[in-house]
C-alpha cells in the first residue's frame, strides 16, 4: 500500500504541474501573437532603413559620419538581449554562448571587453562576472515592459554617446531573431560603426542617393534615427522569440506530463491489482485453512 500511495502522490503532482504548464503555453500564445505582429510590421521598414543607412554611411566622410568612423578596435561594447524570466528552453543559453565566444575573440586580440546586459537573465550574469561598466546602465530589464519606441530611443542614444565620444570603438548585438514560433535564429549584429554597404555580405552594391534637404540634416536626424530604429528592431525580434521559445518549451513539457501520466496510471493500476489479488489470495486461504 506504501507503493501505491507513492505512486498516487507523483500522479497528483504531475497533473498540476500539467496544469501550470499548459496555462503558460496558453498565456505565451497569445502574448506571441501581438509580438509577432509587432515584428512583422516593424521588420520591412528596420530593414530598408538600415540597407539606406549603409548606402549613405558609405557617401560620408570621418567628419561627418561619426557613427560610421572606422577606429582600430581596442575597446568593445557586447550588448546581448535576453528575457526576465526563464522557462524558455535554450533562448537565454544561446545568446549567452555567442556572448562568451565573441569575449573570449576579443580578449585574444588584446581588446578590452565591456557587457551591458538588456534583461535580467543577463543582468544577473554578467554582475557578476566584472564585465560590466559603470558609465552605463545596468538593470534594463524594465524596456520589456510595455516594450515601446519611446522607452528605447534614450537606450539608443547613450550607445551612440558612448560610441561618438571613442569610449567604445566597436558595439556589437547578441538577439535571438524570430523567424516563427518554433524557431529563432541566434544573430550577432554589428550595431556601430555602421557598416558600408559593400562590406556587407551578400548586400547590393552602393547607391548614390540625392540627399534632402541636406547632408547635415541627414548626419544629424535621420542616422541617429535609424540607429534607435534597429535597436528597437532588436528588441522586438527577442521579445517575439522569448515567446515563441517558452510557448514552444511549455507544449512539449506539457506532452511529456501527459506521457509521464500515462506511465504512472499505468504502473499505479498494476500496483492496486497486485495488491488486489494478494488480500484475495490470503481471503482464500484463511478460509481453506478454517475448512480444514
Do not use: W
Amino acid at each position: 500500500m506504501a507503493n501505491l500511495k507513492e505512486v498516487r502522490g507523483r500522479i497528483v503532482s504531475v497533473n498540476s504541474t500539467k496544469q501550470i504548464t499548459a496555462a503558460m503555453k496558453m498565456v505565451s500564445a497569445a502574448k506571441l501573437r501581438r509580438a509577432q505582429d509587432a515584428i512583422v510590421r516593424m521588420r520591412p521598414y528596420a530593414e530598408k532603413l538600415q540597407s539606406i543607412l549603409s548606402n549613405v554611411s558609405a557617401s560620408l566622410d570621418s567628419n561627418e559620419g561619426k557613427y560610421s568612423a572606422q577606429r582600430p578596435v581596442k575597446k568593445v561594447l557586447l550588448v546581448p538581449i535576453v528575457s526576465n524570466r526563464g522557462l524558455a528552453g535554450a533562448f537565454n543559453t544561446q545568446v549567452f554562448r555567442l556572448v562568451r565566444k565573441a569575449i573570449s575573440d576579443a580578449k585574444a586580440n588584446g581588446q578590452e571587453v565591456a557587457v551591458m546586459p538588456i534583461g535580467k537573465k543577463a543582468m544577473d550574469l554578467y554582475r557578476r562576472g566584472g564585465l560590466l561598466d559603470a558609465n552605463l546602465p545596468t538593470d534594463l530589464s524594465k524596456l520589456f515592459d510595455g516594450l515601446n519606441f519611446d522607452a528605447v530611443a534614450p537606450v539608443a542614444e547613450l550607445i551612440m554617446k558612448q560610441f561618438a565620444e571613442g569610449n567604445y570603438d566597436r558595439v556589437v548585438l547578441f538577439y535571438n531573431k524570430f523567424k516563427n514560433a518554433a524557431m529563432q535564429i541566434t544573430t550577432e549584429e554589428q550595431y556601430l560603426p555602421v557598416l558600408p554597404a559593400e562590406k556587407k555580405a551578400g548586400s547590393a552594391s552602393k547607391t548614390d542617393h540625392i540627399m534632402e534637404p541636406d547632408r547635415a540634416t541627414i548626419v544629424e536626424e535621420i542616422v541617429p534615427k535609424s540607429l534607435k530604429i534597429q535597436l528597437y528592431k532588436a528588441l522586438l525580434d527577442s521579445f517575439a522569440s522569448e515567446h515563441g521559445a517558452r510557448m514552444t518549451a511549455m507544449h512539449k513539457a506539457t506532452d511529456n506530463a501527459d506521457s509521464l501520466l500515462k506511465e504512472l496510471k499505468l504502473s499505479y493500476n498494476k500496483a492496486r491489482q497486485a495488491a488486489i489479488t494478494g488480500e484475495i489470495l490470503e481471503i482464500v486461504g484463511g478460509a481453506e485453512a478454517l475448512k480444514g
